[in-house]
């Protein structure tokens, strides 16, 4: 199956009981047994419930995976993967990193002796030195936020290919119809569900996504211990997303582009960072690792390097919304220094590269004539 069929049939069916062919909201928390422990294959639904494993098999579909796995929130779906740890083991992962991966992992999981490592990963061959024999996981974000910095899925899991080491990849930014890390050698997938899976801006949601079933099987039990998951109506939001992902990602592609190409040309706008553009440092990458387009993440900071212009230009925006988040149908504006990255120190921020002058765009999929217009009067403004 292709990958725009299988986010409508991959691995769905119609509900046997009925016929229906949409994947009912079966709310219940329990499962009639015939005898005791005698059951259709559902006893509790923290364990399994049909809504959710219909949106799991899914997720394994679409991203080539044996299993997935839905979460009630892109977090508790890394948490999971960190309790497959144990005490002493070490992470490497990319040093800029989504904000609340961060902070889990400093906050939560370093007192209980997991050591982290974070690090640029763009020379891959440097990777090498900084793993010993405690090194367990690699964790990997690409296109990262808000900068669009890509690191090379396949060259990190060929150094580690024959070592004890999982690779995860925090797949959110791209979604599968634009990158699948487990086709290029990664054991895990992760995503905030939340984003373009859904990409209606209506639920938090997380998914893991395991390449071999034994490894899923581990996922599945921390899951079920822990209790992370995603209840049947937000699970039916999920799947009902997934559904139109293919289209989504095309115009969100579309669209992206074109405000790139759009901002690189306007006078007021200094560097644009969309990996579409032949000015990206990494183009050639984001060609080989993201073969159908580049998605609708686009920042951008200011020639006069002034705060105060790019708050103007926030304010008055109209089509698009001023508000955090990413990945849903209509196209949102943010100022990561003061808004989505506000809780990173001034001179971590200004290390890393997000100015006080830097705008980030969520592309939506309305008309970009539209959306270039509504960008034109808030620069004029
Ligand atoms: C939003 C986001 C998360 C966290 O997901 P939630 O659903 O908000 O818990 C993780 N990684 C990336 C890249 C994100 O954008």
């Known amino acids: 199956m292709n990958f725009n069929t299988k986010v409508i049939h991959g691995g769905q069916h119609h509900e046997p009981a009925t016929g229906s062919v949409n994947v009912p909201v079966f709310l219940t928390s329990t499962f009639a047994q015939k005898s005791p422990g005698i059951h259709s294959g559902y006893e509790y639904s923290r364990a399994a419930n049909p809504t959710r494993q219909a949106l799991e098999n899914s997720l394994a579909s679409i991203e080539n995976g044996a299993k997935g ?6 977090l508790a779906a890394i948490d ?7 005490p002493g083991d070490e992470v490497i992962a990319v040093d800029d990193l989504y904000g609340g991966t961060y902070r889990m992992f400093t906050r939560l999981f370093e007192k209980y002796q997991l050591k982290f490592t974070f690090v640029n990963f763009d020379d891959v061959s440097k990777i090498s030195d900084l793993i010993t024999e405690k090194t367990k996981l690699i964790w990997l974000e690409t296109p990262t936020n808000p900068l669009m910095k890509l690191v090379d899925i396949k060259a990190v899991c060929d150094l580690v290919k024959d070592q004890d ?3 995860a990849v925090d797949n959110t930014f791209a979604s599968p119809y634009l990158q699948r890390p487990l086709d290029l050698g ?10 373009y899976l859904g990409g209606h801006s209506d639920v938090i949601a997380g998914a893991l996504v395991a390449k071999d079933r034994e490894l899923g099987e581990k996922l599945h039990f921390i899951q079920f211990a822990s209790g992370g998951i995603l209840g049947p109506h937000d699970s039916y939001l999920v ?4 559904k139109t992902l293919a289209l989504r990602m095309q115009r969100h592609s579309e669209n992206g582009q074109k405000i790139a190409e759009f901002l690189q040309n306007h006078p007021k706008v200094k560097d644009v960072v969309y990996p579409g553009l032949a000015s990206h440092p990494q183009h050639d990458l984001a060609k080989r690792q993201m073969p159908n387009g580049f998605g609708g993440m686009v920042s951008f900071n200011f020639k006069s390097g002034e705060k105060a212009d790019a708050v103007k230009f926030l304010e008055n925006v109209k089509v698009f919304t001023l508000a955090e988040s990413l990945g849903g149908v209509e ?3 943010n100022h990561p220094a003061l808004m989505t990255h506000a809780s990173i120190p001034a001179d971590k921020r200004a290390e890393i590269g997000i100015t006080d002058d830097l705008v980030r765009l ?3 999929i309305e008309d970009s004539d539209d959306l270039i217009a509504d960008l034109e009067s808030a620069f004029n403004a």
């Open 331 to 333: 196209s949102l504006a």
């Open 69 to 74: 796995l839905a979460f009630g929130s892109g």
């Open 165 to 167: 080491i999982l690779v």
């Open 362 to 364: 969520s592309v939506g």
């Open 80 to 86: 999971c993967v960190l309790k497959l740890l144990n």
């Open 239 to 242: 799947l009902r997303g997934i």
């Open 186 to 195: 990664a054991d895990i997938v992760m995503h905030s569900a939340t984003k």
